[in-house]
């Protein structure tokens, strides 16, 4: 199993960027998620998506960031729109097998990718 994120980069505050995880091995078509972490901080869930497509989102990120997947590609996508300084982290894609541990404690790890939102 290995999850490849990328994507990340230097944007303006309110603008968008879209980062891609790409899933090879077993692990796909179970629930995968998007994580992120601020600088001394520990790694916060940002989004869900199950593998039929239903989605959640953590409060701070409702209504500026969507989540989504294509099964062709095996990947997974997070479009962060109306980007401000403090979504500024690394974001890490994640899967585990068990959907319960997703949101949670998941097993598997993509290897970061940073987004940086400039004033």
């Known amino acids: 199993v290995q999850l490849q994120a990328s994507g990340g980069g230097l944007v303006q505050s309110e603008e968008s960027l879209t980062l891609s995880c790409v899933v090879s091995?077993?692990?796909?078509?179970?629930?995968m998620g998007w994580y992120r972490q601020f600088p001394g901080k520990q790694r916060e869930l940002v989004a869900t998506?199950?593998?039929?497509?239903?989605?959640k989102y953590e409060d701070p990120v409702k209504g500026r960031f969507t989540i989504s997947r294509d099964n062709a590609k095996r990947t997974v996508y997070l479009h962060l729109d109306s980007l401000q300084p403090e979504d500024t982290a690394v974001y890490y894609c994640?899967?585990?097998?068990?959907?319960?541990?997703?949101?949670?404690?998941?097993?598997?790890w993509g290897q970061g990718t940073l987004v940086t939102v400039s004033s």
């Open positions: 091995g077993s692990i796909w078509g179970t629930e």
């Open positions: 994640a899967a585990d097998r068990n959907p319960l541990v997703v949101s949670q404690n998941p097993a598997y």
């Open positions: 998506i199950t593998g039929d497509g239903s989605t």
